[in-house]
């Protein structure tokens, strides 16, 4: 509906199969990947057969970001929004703190998602202070 509006997928760094196909116009696999992620819930190992059919003409490309940046998107999102979100659906946040996404634009929307973290984790994440 609005294709002047480019659209990114973020991803944890060494976790970033929808960059990586993206950028080869095929689905790339990140199985030998074996770093450990604050957002597991983005540790598939590759992009999902339909989910990459239906993005790879409509998505600008992939950005990813450090889980000290996730950490500072949680951070942030709880201090200056008042909103808990777990780290997999801070990774946008995180892109737009660190000024990762390519825009020219006045306006960039960023996708916030996901109370589904323990408590007791969410506290330390928000507690500790990261570099």
Known sequence: ???DTAVYTVEPAGH????????????????ET??????DALLAPTP?????????DRLAGGLSVSDSAVHQAVRTAFESL???V??????ALAAA??????????????VLSGANVDPEAHAD???RRTN
């Open 1 to 3: 509906l609005s294709p």
């Open 34 to 39: 074996t770093s450990p992620s604050i957002c």
């Open 48 to 56: 999902g057969e339909l989910t990459f059919a239906v993005n790879r």
């Open 82 to 84: 008042k909103l808990v």
């Open 16 to 31: 970033d199969d929808h960059a990586r196909s993206l950028a080869a116009r095929r689905r790339v696999s990140n199985a």
């Open 97 to 110: 703190l660190r000024e990762e996404i390519p825009s020219r634009a006045a306006t960039i929307g960023v």
């Open 86 to 91: 777990e780290p997999s659906g801070a990774v």
């Open 125 to 127: 994440l928000v507690s």
